[in-house]
């Protein structure tokens, strides 16, 4: 696996969601996106809407 470094942003939106903005190193365009985090146990999850259920959700790896 090829490690790839990169800086940028991150911030919640007043409606909740999580936004990054990531500046990967040798690429052309940035990494933009947000989405709605739930939790469920121990892991925690992103979504286009509030209500997960509505849409794709995908796998989050959060960790300090």
Excluded at 17 to 24: E, G, L, N, S
Excluded at 25 to 39: I, P
Aim: charged content about 25%; some cysteine.
């Amino acid at each position: 696996q090829r490690r790839v470094n990169g800086s940028g942003r991150w911030n919640v939106t007043p409606q909740g969601q999580y936004c990054v903005d990531i500046k990967w190193d040798g690429a052309s365009a940035n990494e933009a996106w947000c989405c709605f985090v739930f939790r469920r146990g121990d892991e925690f999850f992103g979504a286009p809407s509030d209500a997960p259920q509505s849409g794709h959700v995908h796998r989050l790896a959060i960790r300090r």
